[in-house]
């Protein structure tokens, strides 16, 4: 499901993008990138519609991802075997 991220309050929405951030693992090579950097990235790909917030209820968990990879994810599919290659 996904979370209309400029609903959240900002506060509750950096918090979301914090801990998002600090799990990540990335590698960004040579160069440091400060939280505060990657927390900024981040909302900026959201409010370009680069990334949406998502809300896994079976884990409950919430997710960044790409927009393209959650409209994949949203897509209906055509037969069961279609949900088990995801």
Not at 15 to 35: A, K, N, P
Not at 39 to 49: D, N
Request: net charge negative; proline share 6%; aromatic share 6%.
């Amino acid at each position: 499901m996904e979370i209309p991220w400029d609903r959240l309050n900002p506060d509750t929405l950096r918090r979301v993008v914090e801990e998002f951030v600090s799990r990540e693992g990335t590698d960004y090579g040579r160069d440091d990138v400060s939280l505060t950097q990657k927390v900024e990235q981040v909302l900026r790909q959201l409010q370009r519609k680069e990334a949406v917030l998502s809300f896994d209820e079976d884990s409950e968990t919430c997710q960044v991802l790409p927009s393209t990879h959650f409209s994949r994810l949203r897509r209906p599919s055509s037969s069961p075997a279609a949900d088990r290659s995801l």
